[in-house]
């Protein structure tokens, strides 16, 4: 049975979210970049051309489909 480590990127990532003083756009950035190495290991292409294009979004586009989806929610 293969046991999985942490990743560096995962470890960076879990210090980040304890740092108070992190802001959401700098958490965003470090899960996109989570989600890209994520992306890069998976050996269909086509599946990986779909993950990194919904790795893509942009923080201010992500904060504005976010708003939208509360807006709808209510």
């Known amino acids: ?3 999985t480590r942490p990743t560096p990127i ?3 990532l879990l210090a980040a979210a304890a740092l108070p003083a992190c802001s959401s756009q700098m958490l965003y ?4 970049a989570w989600q890209r190495t ?6 269909d292409a ?3 051309k ?3 294009d919904s ?3 942009s923080f201010d586009e ?9 807006g709808a929610a209510r």
């Open 46 to 48: 086509e599946q990986r």
């Open 62 to 70: 992500y904060q504005r489909q976010a708003a939208a989806a509360k």
């Open 50 to 52: 779909r993950c990194m």
């Open 55 to 57: 790795s893509a979004l």
């Open 29 to 32: 950035g470090g899960g996109q």
């Open 10 to 12: 995962l470890l960076t």
């Open 38 to 43: 994520e992306c890069n290991r998976m050996p």
């Open 1 to 3: 049975m293969k046991t």
